[in-house]
């Protein structure tokens, strides 16, 4: 049977071990150094798939966590907004290379539910870790989960000051 003393002892040494084991941070947003995770405005700039023209351009926001979470937030749908916001995971591919996969939901004109939309980004981080450049590549299904279309586009991001 541990006395107090000793159940003290072990507890502050457990807090220890777990605030060293924690990621140190290097700013006040809390990301690691050279590391995607924080929170980015981005300009996000619809392609058609074919050629590679711009058909629109809109602002979002994206945040990586620790532990390989994301969510963006888009405004690239028309108004009425007709999807929820996406949320998925992201991993290091190599050096300032990532990618990442997210899931948001379309619905109709009347409110209906449409299908799901996947996103595939591949991005890359500037060297100061200050900006990124991405590009997407969607799939939209239909309530069947039937691929109906493709969509592309490319994002550029900057830290959220």
Known sequence: MMSKISRILFTATAIVMIAISSPSTSNAQGRADNSLVGTWDMTI?????????VLRQRPGLISFMFGGVM???????????????????????????????????????????????????TIVLDRQSDTFEA????EIYDLAGNLIARG????????LQ
Request: charged share 20%; hydrophobic share 25%.
């Open 45 to 53: 700039y619809f392609k058609d798939c074919t050629t590679g023209e």
């Open 71 to 121: 969510q963006e937030f888009g405004t690239g749908q028309q108004i009425p907004q007709n999807r929820t916001d996406a949320q998925g995971t992201w991993s290091l591919s190599s050096g300032s290379s990532y990618a990442s996969v997210a899931k948001t939901f379309r619905f109709n004109a009347d409110g209906s539910y449409a299908g799901p939309v996947k996103l595939y980004r």
């Open 135 to 138: 590009s997407v590549a969607s």
């Open 152 to 159: 592309c586009a490319d994002e550029v991001g900057t830290r």
